[in-house]
């Protein structure tokens, strides 16, 4: 779940404005080749069809950006290192993408041999030369009903076998032929009108296209779905709420031993009366999930119950929310799960994506994946089995977790937010570390009991800013030591964070603030070496890919809906000047 503040139209037209007059001062000193004496490379555009084995190999291939969170491992790491502590500061842009589609802007563009993909947030689709920001064609998507909690969104595509594959907010899965940008496929996942949706970026394996769905907060019942890539017919279906079971063991505590103050005889008590709440039980698949090849397993985080704060209806642990899952991705038969937080009553779910890495345990590298929650604390579990390795140190503050919600109001933290919310995570090979966007945003819950209406918002809740603490908001990113679980560095922002990370064999890592700056860092320090002023909130994670022999950084640079940040609508691309 996300808290939602819908921006004053006055704070719009001014953001738009102070937008304008940026992309003006842009285009008269960097973008225009005459003024600075750079001359364009006309080179024919050619769209490669990817394959199976170049998606495979895409963490090894630094000219391109090929998925949403580069390879499968998720890492967002771009083994470029053109661009390093010593020069970054000569970073300029070299063109700018307008969308013409002002609003909360997410999106990770992906990168073919010099072709860009962009989503908008009303699942706009276009193709543009990635040397110049000429515009090649654009997918206008005719959206049905659409109902969601968060903003409109869209945070990316794949590609794939000469096409390119979105999800929509209006819960439909379609393909596009990546040349033209014209419909080959489109089908729907779900009914829309009952609060099905999707933001997030398909994942594209060995013909299947992997999607999850959202919408927990109007009662609806997650799943992720494997579609064939050609003709977009379903091949496995998987549901985070099971039919049996999902009450779990009835858990008093967290898997690390922190009380959940729960009043588990209530909730007992309640279970008849609540048999089939595992209908509406919720558990949105908000973004990517990670992939191993070689264990045949997908890695899924999966989002809140519903309602969000009123356990009373749906008691016991509400398997499978709150949980990182792995499934064997060839059957979508669930092989391991591990749920960090059973019968969340905080809106605390699992929406930053599976990161793969591997780790040190006792001297022996061990294959983990990774995960930030909203709890505040990166929790490294073994890849193949499940068993949490160790959690990290808490990368905000925390105070009076887990306390129940009550009629009155109880303040806690990490907020609704987080934590990291759906912000993804960077990690570097090099550093061994993790680099995580955070939130602190005192909150204040306040439960009641209100009965599920189709298509409307069913939160039985809520949370607001701490009566008082309205201005002590901060943003925090954070370096921390997989194998240890230790933080290295933390780098205090004004503003809550959200966007995500990008991190470079250049010993660099990448990330955008709300106010408009993009920021870059040493790596190991933390040192932060250099700014830019984008004109609209930086709240979408980087990329680095290469053109004509020239390392690249791209961001989308738009703003964002849930935190307020000034909108905007383009993709910025830096370089160093030649």
């Known amino acids: 779940m996300r808290i939602t503040k819908q921006m004053k139209f006055k704070k719009r037209v001014a953001a738009c404005a102070s937008v304008g007059v940026a992309y003006l001062i842009l285009a008269f000193f960097f973008i225009s080749p005459a003024l600075s004496g750079e001359k364009m490379m006309k080179k024919e555009v050619t769209h490669t069809e990817v394959t199976d084995e170049m998606l495979l190999n895409a963490g090894k291939d630094g000219k391109n950006w090929l998925m949403y969170g580069r390879d499968y491992t998720n890492q967002r790491y771009s083994p470029l290192a053109q661009i390093t502590p010593q020069n970054v500061q000569r970073l300029v842009p070299k063109w700018v993408y307008q969308t013409g589609v002002v609003d909360s802007f997410e999106n990770t563009p992906v990168v073919v041999d010099g072709v860009m993909y962009i989503t908008t947030p009303h699942n706009h689709v276009i193709a543009v030369d990635a040397r110049t920001g000429k ?109 049996k079971g999902w009450e779990g063991e009835w858990k008093a505590t967290t898997p690390e031993g922190e009380n959940l103050n729960r009043d588990i005889a209530a909730e007992k008590a309640a279970m008849e009366k609540h048999a089939e709440a595992w209908k509406t039980g919720g558990g949105s698949v908000w973004m990517t999930p990670a992939l191993d090849p070689e264990l045949g397993l997908l890695y899924v985080c999966i989002g809140n119950p519903s309602p969000d704060l009123d356990g009373s209806v749906r008691p016991g642990d509400n398997l499978y929310t709150e949980s990182i899952v792995a499934l064997d991705v060839n059957k979508g038969e669930m092989k391991w799960y591990y749920q960090y937080l059973p019968h969340d009553v905080w809106d605390l779910d699992a929406t930053s994506p599976a990161v793969l890495f591997d780790v040190t345990v006792k001297g022996k590298k061990v294959k983990a994946v990774g995960h930030a929650g909203k709890t505040g604390w990166v929790y490294i579990l073994d890849r193949q089995t499940g068993k949490l390795i160790h959690k990290s140190e808490a990368f905000v503050p925390q105070e009076n977790m887990f306390a129940q919600p009550t009629e009155k109001g109880t303040r806690m933290l990490p907020g609704a937010n987080g934590g990291s919310e759906w912000s993804p995570i960077a990690y570097s090979p090099k550093t061994e570390m993790v680099y995580v966007t955070g939130l602190h945003q005192p909150m204040h819950y ?16 809520a949370f607001v800013a701490a009566p008082g603490e309205e201005k002590d908001q901060h943003g925090t990113f954070t370096a921390i030591d997989v194998n240890t679980g230790k933080k290295v560095w933390q780098h205090k922002t004004e503003q809550p964070m959200m966007g995500g990370a990008l991190a470079t064999a250049g010993g660099l890592v990448f990330t955008g603030e709300g106010n408009g700056y993009f920021d870059a860092f040493d790596a190991k320090t933390g040192k932060l070496l250099w700014q830019f002023q984008c004109g609209a909130g930086v709240n979408a994670a980087p990329i680095s890919f290469e053109v004509d022999g020239q390392q690249m950084i791209a961001v989308a640079a738009g703003g964002n809906f849930q935190l307020g940040y000034p909108y905007g609508d383009a993709v910025f691309v830096f370089g160093l000047p030649k």
């Not at 489109?186 to 992997?210: C, T």
């Not at 306040?446 to 809740?461: D, N, R």
Request: with cysteine; net charge positive.
């Open 446 to 461: 306040i439960v009641h009991t209100a009965p599920l209406e189709k298509g409307k918002l069913w939160l039985g809740s």
């Open 135 to 243: 515009q090649l064609w654009r997918y206008e998507h005719k959206a049905g009903e659409r109902i969601f909690c968060c903003g409109p969104n869209n945070r990316g595509v794949a590609v794939a076998y000469g096409k390119v594959y979105m999800a929509t907010l209006d819960a439909r899965v379609l393909a596009l032929d990546q040349k033209t940008g014209k419909v080959v496929w489109d089908i729907e996942m779900a009914d829309p009108s009952a609060g099905y949706g999707n933001s997030m970026a398909p994942l594209v394996y060995k013909n299947m296209v992997i999607v999850g769905t959202s919408g927990a907060e109007y009662g609806i019942r997650g799943f992720v779905t494997a579609y064939n890539a050609q003709d977009g017919k379903m091949i496995w279906r998987w549901y985070t709420i099971p039919e």
